[in-house]
């Protein structure tokens, strides 16, 4: 056999992604690894709400936000998806074929400069790490399917070939890049009532350990000291800059509100939920205008937008405190 599949008939063309990244959110991507177990677990046709009360431990961390991932025991908990570390000691093909043919799922780090979903970005431009998820593999046609950021697709030839490193001389200084085993044969698909009463108790265990001091407020300050440097370094330097602040506390406070929506259908959780969706809302709004700052090279006072987004912040966390209290 030259051809594998963990989920059989997923194509490009027929993929359609959960409602997390649907029309009308605010953050369409939030980074690479949360958007990949967004899709992961909805093509398991498993709720992926259910796994994000950890954003709300993000934190503002001097020179970005928290890089914001669910946590692998967290996974099996909700789930029973079991994540360990590859060794990856042969060429990542052989891997991907042992266990890809098993059923198991392939996490891997590879180079966006082969990936065609990144066209007008990093596609055959530029070169940038991003982690892909294999779900199936055709040898002989050169064809590889994989999850990446919020969707399902579809790369051949070349880049099939540069992917997996195939016809390269060996080089002694190639370090592989990271990558995890995925293992679906004990996925759990719980009552909804189940799964709910599993996100509740772990909204408590992120909640106490939120940021001690608003990462807002502090970000704001930051802003104000780093926006001299980010107009004189310029757009792509900004665009890197911004991934990993702006864009992580704003998506880290949409993916808070989705889970309080879909955890109480009720509108007791309503509360919350939109103090961190006003918290996403101006951060997109910050991204648009930093953007159009640094290309004029024209002063900017961000200090209302991110007072009013600390606010919203705080807001937040004690009514969520406050909610979760009454049970």
């Not at 098993?102 to 007008?120: F, M, N, Q, R, Y």
């Not at 665009?239 to 998506?251: C, P, Y």
């Not at 991204?287 to 159009?292: D, E, F, M, S």
Request: hydrophobic share 45%; aromatic share 10%.
């Amino acid at each position: 056999m030259s051809s594998y599949s963990v989920i059989p008939g997923l194509t490009q063309a027929t993929y359609s992604r959960h409602a997390l990244h649907g029309e009308g959110v605010i953050w369409p991507e939030k980074n690479c690894y949360a958007d990949l177990w967004i899709e992961l677990l909805h093509a398991q046709k498993l709720a992926p709400e259910a796994m994000l009360p950890f954003v709300l431990a993000v934190d503002f961390e001097g020179d970005q936000w928290t890089f914001f991932k669910p946590s692998h025991d967290e996974l099996r908990q909700l789930y029973g998806i079991e994540v360990s570390e590859l060794t990856v000691w042969l060429p990542l093909l052989q891997h991907a074929r042992e266990h890809t043919a098993a059923g198991k799922w392939i996490s891997v780090e590879v180079d966006a400069h082969w990936l065609p979903d990144t066209a007008g970005t990093d596609y055959r431009q530029a070169h940038s790490k991003t982690t892909i998820v294999i779900n199936a593999i055709d040898e002989a046609a050169e064809r590889l399917g994989y999850f990446h950021n919020a969707g399902y697709y579809e790369l051949s030839g070349e880049d099939f070939r540069r992917t997996f490193r195939l016809g390269q001389e060996d080089d002694a200084t190639y370090l592989p890049l990271f990558a995890e085993l995925v293992r679906l044969d004990r996925v759990v698909h719980r009552p909804a009532d189940e799964l709910r009463a599993l996100t509740r108790h772990l909204l408590h265990t992120h909640l106490a350990r939120r940021a001690t001091h608003n990462p807002v407020a502090r970000f704001s300050l930051r802003f104000a000291q780093d926006l001299p440097a980010l107009q004189a370094a310029g757009l792509a330097h900004y665009h890197k800059w911004a991934f990993g602040t702006v864009r992580q506390m704003g998506a880290a406070c949409e993916l808070a509100a989705q889970c309080l929506d879909w955890l109480a259908t009720d509108g007791s959780l309503a509360e919350p939920a939109a103090a961190y969706r006003r918290v996403a809302e101006i951060a997109k709004t910050l991204i648009l205008k930093g953007a159009r700052t640094v290309a004029s090279k024209r002063a900017f006072d961000a200090a209302p937008l991110l007072d009013e987004a600390a606010t919203a912040w705080d807001q937040g966390m004690a009514s969520l405190q406050s909610a979760l209290a009454r049970g």
